[in-house]
């Protein structure tokens, strides 16, 4: 699986799990990639022409953002945004949850078409398409 962490989120986390799952899914950070300045379609529109990425986001802009949302939703990603509570945790609680839904993550990532978008929970094991 090939997943990109978004600017919203550490490079060190997107490091961090790459270290992690090294050789089973490759894990990148949008700055490092893209670099700094990068916008949003930008980049949605570049990963999405190289075929499936899983996005993990604290940008819940682009689920309202008409422009990006579009975007996103015409590409070949799937995206998991954490939610408002999760987005505002330290990064130990995000890890964490991450960690504990990435089998979910997986899963539905394999049974989805590019476009959907599912929100990453606080507490619960089940996430819920937006």
């Known amino acids: 699986m090939k997943v990109v962490i978004d600017e ?3 490079p060190a986390l ?5 270290a992690l799952f090294a050789g089973k899914h490759q ?7 893209f670099g700094p300045k990068v916008t949003d379609v930008q980049w949605i529109g570049e990963l999405s022409a190289e075929g499936r990425w899983i996005v993990i986001s604290g940008d819940r802009r682009i689920t309202r953002n008409k422009t990006e949302y579009n975007a996103f939703r015409s590409s070949n990603l799937v995206g998991f945004f954490l939610s408002k509570g999760l ?3 330290p990064i130990i609680k ?3 949850r991450l960690l504990a839904l990435w089998q979910t993550i997986e899963t539905q990532a394999e049974i989805v078409q ?5 929100e990453l929970p606080m507490t619960s094991t089940k996430i819920k398409q937006m």
């Open 8 to 10: 919203n989120l550490p």
């Open 14 to 18: 997107a490091r961090s799990l790459n």
């Open 27 to 33: 894990i990148i950070h949008t700055r490092d990639r």
């Open 87 to 89: 987005n505002k945790s």
């Open 94 to 96: 995000q890890m964490e």
């Open 114 to 118: 590019g476009g959907a978008i599912f």
